[in-house]
């Protein structure tokens, strides 16, 4: 094998060969690490993106608790009220073996916008950003008008969906769940979110309508522009970039911030090169306290974040760095999406306001040091041509990948000069790891005790300061060998 950096598709095994990873499990086995085991911690950490389940429903059907019962814990606010769950919840599930993402969405409030443009802005949401729905309805009020409003999207959107006929207690109740045949998604599935009834059979058909592997396969797909999502705070100059990058007026902009309430792709040529960048409504502070148009579109900016392969967020300059710039900033973090930093309104800056901002740079956006940063002028256009540059820096980095044997001889290094501190009269340290897959890149180290925070921070930045990885976060995960000896 070429012992060199390389971006490269995912494998059978994560993203190992087939020969690196016969190799990498007698490595494993001489440390004294289960070959299941050691499958099962590549698996996880090369996963990629999940598999997405939204669950969606008029308020006060039981969704949340529904979500508590597939997670299996407590976690989702429940109150014996409608619209408790305003925001756009993930939390990770498993069933039968197999792991996917659970979105919980808030119940559509009718009296918003009218109740056919609360329930698109809602269920459009929930749906462009999953791969399958779970639709949930109250068998003891049976479909209403709200329910047969979302059916239309659902066939729309031609997503799998299954029907959850919930508040079913009893065999009573069955005669209830029947009457929803006449929605004509299919079987209804009647289910006890509160006492477990009937789950399981439900998440059976979850399984069978979810992929494998998520259907999204970003940019890279033969001939498919890379998708660029263009974020940040409303009107930081996110339509006017557009704008200036097209060369033309392809998005409105007003001075009042928050024009912009659907996202708008724009296939754009930048340096001989066609991308897809979406201009995304502003994100504001508290999204639990919006209302209307801004709340819905600060969801849909969250799916176009999910949608994209690299996030540029801009900054307005002339202002302090917000923590609404850091929310943002850690939401495409968090989504694993290549991430350029791009402070507008620079042709504003007087050279006081350029030195205060170098230190909020430094002190506010520490946490982001490795993302490629550009200082530009929507207005004007100045510098605008660093911007591709910047974005196929993020793009190469957030690919990368390294051979394992070139990462356990770089590990080796580091156990040997910076061993991990000793903790209880005890010195854990990396025995050995591997990369488990790209975009962005995913290490699992395996490990004779627990590793410290800190240590992890520490072993990423040495990761960075060797291999670059310019522009994308990094997941590292870590097994602990269990003690050998015991007797069972």
Same mark, same amino acid.
């Given at each position: @094998?070429?012992?060199?950096?390389?971006?490269?598709?995912?494998?059978? #095994?994560?993203?190992?060969?087939?020969?690196?990873?016969?190799?990498?499990?007698?490595?494993?086995?001489?440390?004294?690490?289960?070959?299941?085991?050691?499958?099962?911690?590549?698996?996880?950490?090369?996963?990629? $993106?999940?598999?997405?389940?939204?669950?969606?429903?008029?308020?006060?059907?039981?969704?949340?608790?529904?979500?508590?019962?597939?997670?299996?814990?407590?976690?989702? =606010?429940?109150?014996?009220?409608?619209?408790? !769950?305003?925001?756009?919840?993930?939390?990770?599930?498993?069933?039968?073996?197999?792991?996917?993402?659970?979105?919980?969405?808030?119940?559509?409030?009718?009296?918003?916008?009218?109740?056919?443009?609360?329930?698109?802005?809602?269920?459009?949401?929930?749906?462009?950003?999953?791969?399958?729905?779970?639709? =949930?309805?109250?068998?003891?009020?049976?479909?209403?008008?709200?329910?047969?409003?979302?059916?239309?999207?659902?066939?729309?959107?031609?997503?799998?969906?299954?029907?959850?006929?919930?508040?079913?207690?009893?065999?009573?109740?069955?005669?209830?769940?029947?009457?929803?045949?006449?929605?004509?998604?299919?079987? /209804?599935?009647?289910?006890?979110?509160? #006492?477990?009834?009937?789950?399981?059979?439900?998440?059976?058909?979850?399984?069978?309508?979810?992929?494998?592997? /998520?259907?999204?396969?970003?940019?890279?797909? =033969?001939?498919?522009?890379?998708? &660029?999502?263009?974020?940040?705070?409303?009107?930081?100059?996110?339509?006017?970039?557009?704008?200036?990058?097209?060369?033309?007026?392809?998005?409105?902009?007003?001075?009042?911030?928050?024009?912009?309430?659907?996202?708008?792709?724009?296939?754009?040529?930048?340096?001989?090169?066609?991308?897809?960048?979406?201009?995304?409504?502003? &994100?504001?502070?508290?999204?639990?306290?919006?209302?209307?148009?801004?709340?819905?579109?600060?969801?849909?900016?969250?799916?176009?974040?999910?949608?994209?392969?690299?996030?540029?967020?801009?900054?307005?300059?002339?202002?302090?760095?917000?923590?609404?710039?850091?929310?943002?900033?850690?939401?495409?973090?968090?989504?694993?999406?290549?991430?350029?930093?791009?402070?507008?309104?620079?042709?504003?800056?007087?050279?006081?306001?350029?030195?205060?901002?170098?230190?909020?740079?430094?002190?506010?956006?520490? *946490?982001?040091?490795?993302?490629?940063?550009?200082?530009?002028?929507?207005? !004007?256009?100045?510098? @605008?041509?660093?911007?591709?540059?910047?974005?196929?820096?993020?793009?190469?980095?957030?690919?990368?990948?390294?051979?394992?044997?070139?990462?356990?001889?770089?590990?080796?290094? &580091?156990?040997?000069? #910076?061993?991990?501190?000793?903790?209880?009269?005890? *010195?854990?340290?990396?025995?050995?790891?591997?990369?488990?897959? !790209?975009?962005? $890149?995913?290490?699992?180290?395996?490990?004779?005790?627990?590793?410290?925070?800190?240590?992890?921070?520490? =072993?990423?930045?040495?990761?960075?300061?060797?291999?670059?990885?310019?522009?994308?976060?990094?997941?590292?995960?870590?097994?602990?060998?269990?003690?050998?000896?015991?007797?069972?």
């Amino acid at each position: @094998m070429n012992d060199q950096i390389q971006s490269g598709d995912e494998h059978e #095994h994560g993203a190992l060969g087939d020969a690196e990873y016969a190799e990498f499990m007698e490595l494993a086995a001489e440390e004294g690490f289960d070959a299941e085991v050691v499958e099962n911690a590549i698996g996880e950490a090369g996963h990629g $993106p999940l598999p997405v389940l939204a669950v969606v429903g008029r308020p006060n059907v039981g969704k949340s608790t529904l979500v508590n019962r597939i997670i299996g814990r407590r976690e989702a =606010v429940v109150e014996d009220k409608p619209g408790v !769950t305003r925001d756009r919840v993930t939390y990770e599930a498993e069933w039968a073996g197999r792991r996917f993402k659970v979105v919980d969405t808030g119940g559509w409030e009718q009296d918003v916008l009218g109740i056919d443009a609360s329930v698109a802005a809602q269920a459009e949401y929930a749906i462009e950003a999953a791969d399958a729905v779970v639709f =949930v309805v109250d068998s003891t009020v049976g479909a209403t008008d709200t329910d047969e409003a979302v059916v239309k999207l659902l066939r729309r959107a031609g997503k799998p969906v299954v029907l959850c006929a919930n508040k079913v207690d009893g065999p009573s109740g069955e005669a209830d769940a029947t009457a929803l045949w006449s929605l004509g998604l299919g079987l /209804p599935h009647p289910v006890s979110s509160l #006492h477990g009834r009937g789950t399981g059979d439900m998440l059976d058909a979850v399984l069978e309508a979810l992929p494998e592997a /998520p259907a999204q396969t970003f940019g890279n797909a =033969v001939g498919g522009p890379r998708r &660029i999502a263009l974020i940040g705070r409303p009107n930081v100059g996110k339509s006017s970039l557009l704008n200036k990058v097209a060369n033309e007026d392809r998005v409105v902009v007003n001075e009042v911030a928050g024009t912009t309430r659907d996202p708008v792709d724009e296939l754009i040529e930048l340096g001989g090169i066609t991308w897809k960048f979406i201009d995304t409504a502003g &994100i504001r502070r508290r999204v639990h306290l919006q209302e209307g148009a801004d709340y819905y579109a600060s969801l849909r900016t969250a799916a176009a974040v999910e949608k994209a392969e690299v996030a540029v967020v801009l900054i307005d300059a002339t202002e302090s760095i917000s923590v609404q710039d850091q929310r943002i900033i850690t939401m495409a973090v968090e989504a694993g999406r290549a991430l350029v930093v791009a402070f507008n309104k620079w042709d504003n800056l007087d050279e006081e306001r350029r030195y205060y901002l170098e230190r909020e740079i430094d002190t506010e956006l520490a *946490q982001i040091a490795w993302a490629p940063r550009v200082n530009v002028s929507a207005r !004007t256009g100045r510098h @605008m041509e660093k911007l591709v540059p910047a974005i196929e820096t993020a793009l190469t980095g957030w690919e990368t990948r390294i051979p394992t044997g070139r990462l356990n001889a770089f590990l080796g290094e &580091i156990v040997a000069s #910076h061993p991990h501190p000793i903790r209880g009269g005890k *010195q854990p340290r990396i025995l050995f790891g591997t990369q488990a897959g !790209t975009t962005p $890149p995913r290490f699992v180290l395996f490990a004779s005790g627990f590793l410290e925070h800190g240590y992890r921070r520490f =072993v990423e930045r040495r990761l960075r300061e060797e291999f670059g990885f310019e522009g994308t976060p990094i997941h590292i995960s870590v097994r602990v060998r269990e003690k050998r000896g015991r007797n069972k």
